[in-house]
């Protein structure tokens, strides 16, 4: 009976997972006892690295190119909603930055070049007024 019980856990932990960007649960055997450890993540060398919050969505998520970060990168909040997007190139920032609110609304915007404030940058309240705007390039 334990013998089936741990093949069935082996069995979800190697097909359930077969996408190389999604969580793996571990199978540690104490005893007789069966547990699950925390799921891990697992690191993308090259092509699309999503992390995920518990509840499925999606937490963060962008292209990897010789284990650094490429590209158009976006995270989100656990319900869903943006959070921001940063562009990266050989695994700096570098390009625009965007982040929001809970409520939709932008927190901030502005420029990263190799990973250094560039250019103009723009910050709003949580009701949607510019509070600031910044020109590091002067």
Known sequence: MKYSILLYF?????????????????????????????????????????????????????????????????????NGSPWSETTFSDGKKNGKTTTWYTNNNKRYEGYYTNDKESGLWTLWNEKGDVTNKKNYDK
Do not use: H
């Open 10 to 78: 082996a069995s979800i932990g190697l097909f359930g997972c077969q996408n190389n960007n999604q969580s793996v649960n571990t199978i540690i055997k104490k005893d007789s006892t069966i547990s699950v450890a925390p799921a891990k993540k697992i690191e993308v060398l090259n092509g699309e690295s999503i992390e995920r919050y518990p509840n499925g969505v999606i937490k963060i998520q962008g292209m990897m190119k010789d284990g650094k970060r490429d590209g158009l990168w976006k995270s989100f909040y656990d």
